[in-house]
């Protein structure tokens, strides 16, 4: 680990990496030229309490998504004009072949943090992508310098606040990709599916209600109604503490034809063993020909990973089906490999911060 003036330390870990992948393979029979793997620049940014759970991340992602990652925080009780840096690199055999990958970490002053961009454009590996990774803690400063450098913007609206996400979607042009976006995939494919024969009642639309879980995080509704509203062009008016004394929001949007819409977001108890909130369930009142038609996607309560999809009224069908989570390595990679859907998410982020904002 060395510490000191920004071109001294970058000067040294260059060096250093350099000297290491010039250096043959000594765990071969005959000493050969290092493979290295290259599949992408992963910058992940967080608050120093989130360092160890990144290193972490980093090597399962390796795993199938091999390359140099960088590790990135902000100290301030380093000298303000100073970076810490230091590098690993492991090796691991494919076959007859080792593959090798490497990790640099970075810790800036607070008055150095300025220069990161430059920094992580000096380390990265040419020719490939820089996928840049907000975690929850990352310091502003840094998210707002790497955005609009990076060729793919990760983060997690389920543990960062949506008006955050839209003020960093803001100042790029890069892809976005979300992991919760990724994880409640199969309640918006569902919520989807109902009207796939029908569009007619998805203009219908009167009334959405939301449940979710309860507690501290970030509301996974927002980025729900965002997604809707932005695909069937509603605009949101109003939002405030649901006023019969249950717990919850109540709001209204008005449809692209200026029909009222009224939003309901009910609280249902905390998620089990999940750091995060989830969406439990999504019932929508709509019409068909003039026909009331519910429609309704729900967690079972004694199998919370299979929901239940209903329609009542003018048309009647149920249905099971598993939502399809894995784990969160599982997730990170579908969101770094999901390149389709930018101009989704963005839109749906945006309108996600202006229903929060209300």
């Not at 299979?306 to 329609?311: D, E, L, N, S």
Request: glycine share 6%; net charge negative.
């Amino acid at each position: 680990m060395s510490a000191g003036r920004i071109a001294e330390v970058i000067k040294r870990v260059e060096s250093e990496l350099a000297e290491f992948w010039s250096a043959p393979d000594e765990s071969r029979p005959e000493p050969a030229p290092k493979t290295r793997a290259s599949t992408m620049n992963f910058v992940a940014v967080g608050s120093r309490a989130e360092v160890e759970r990144l290193k972490e991340q980093a090597e399962e992602l390796a795993e199938t998504h091999a390359g140099r990652t960088l590790l990135i925080t902000l100290d301030d009780r380093l000298d303000p004009l100073s970076v810490q840096g230091d590098w690993s690199a492991t090796c691991r055999r494919a076959g007859e072949v080792p593959i090798c990958y490497d990790r640099v970490e970075l810790t800036f002053g607070v008055a150095a943090a300025e220069r990161v961009a430059s920094v992580v454009s000096a380390l990265t590996i040419s020719d490939v992508a820089v996928i840049v990774e907000l975690a929850p803690g990352a310091p502003n400063v840094l998210g707002d310098a790497l955005a609009p450098v990076c060729d793919r913007l990760v983060f997690d609206s389920a543990e960062t606040c949506i008006e955050r996400v839209a003020e960093v979607a803001r100042e790029t042009k890069a892809p976005l990709a979300d992991r919760a976006f990724v994880r409640t995939f199969s309640f918006r494919e569902l919520v989807a599916r109902f009207f796939d024969d029908m569009p007619e009642a998805c203009r219908a639309i009167r009334r959405v209600e939301i449940a979710r879980s309860a507690g501290s995080k970030p509301d996974p509704a927002a980025l729900f109604l965002g997604w809707m509203g932005s695909r069937l062009g509603w605009t949101f008016e109003s939002r405030g503490p649901a006023q019969s004394g249950g717990a919850g929001v109540v709001g209204r949007a008005r449809a692209a034809d200026g029909a009222p819409i009224e939003i309901a977001l009910v609280d249902g108890p905390p998620a089990e063993a999940q750091a995060w909130r989830r969406i439990d369930g999504v019932r929508i009142s709509t019409s068909l020909r003039g026909e009331p038609l519910a429609l309704g996607c729900v967690r079972l309560d004694k199998s919370p990973a299979t929901v239940r999809w209903t329609m009542e009224g003018a048309r009647s069908a149920e249905h099971l089906h598993p939502l399809g989570y894995r784990d969160e390595t599982w997730v990170l990679t579908k969101t770094i490999d999901s390149l389709e859907g930018d101009r989704l998410l963005r839109d749906a982020v945006l309108a996600a911060a202006a229903w929060s904002a209300l």
